[in-house]
């Protein structure tokens, strides 16, 4: 779990879209499948898909926070995406087992989150990266969810 974890940035006219940095569903559902099928962590394709929020955390700490918020949203889209899919091919028992299994999956990862976030106020780490770090751990565990969904439901197409 450790692993998942870790404003305006461009002035107040600026938008901040994570459709525009965040990889697209489509593109984050083929490499999560390729990993399953190499045997594989799906960690890999959320790292990858949230590379553009990554990149910011040095140089630009609120636009990599802004992103990160931005990109849990994204996910969020993607499992609700994902969930109807689930509803289309396996109908409404499986899709009530899957929306269960999606709730306590975010709740537990989530949890995990808040609790490094604890952890590491206790450590007086700068209020900035502290948000950064929450954000990240966050949006990671939005994605490994989503990850988790796909590789569940593939077998119903």
Known sequence: IAAICAALAYGPTAT?????????????????????????????????ALGACIQFTGDAPQAALQCFLEAQKTWTRYIGARMDFVLEKGG???????????????????????????????QAAPTEQTQITAARCDATANGLVFAKLVAQSENLK
């Open 92 to 122: 409404e028992d499986i899709a009530a087992v899957a929306g269960i299994e999606v709730k306590f999956d975010l709740l537990q990862n989530k949890l995990q989150c808040q609790r490094m976030s604890e952890l590491s106020m206790l």
């Open 16 to 48: 901040f879209a994570a459709e525009e940095m965040l990889q697209s569903q489509d593109q984050v559902e083929a490499c999560v499948l390729t990993q399953l099928g190499n045997g594989a962590p799906s960690i890999a394709c959320i790292n990858e």
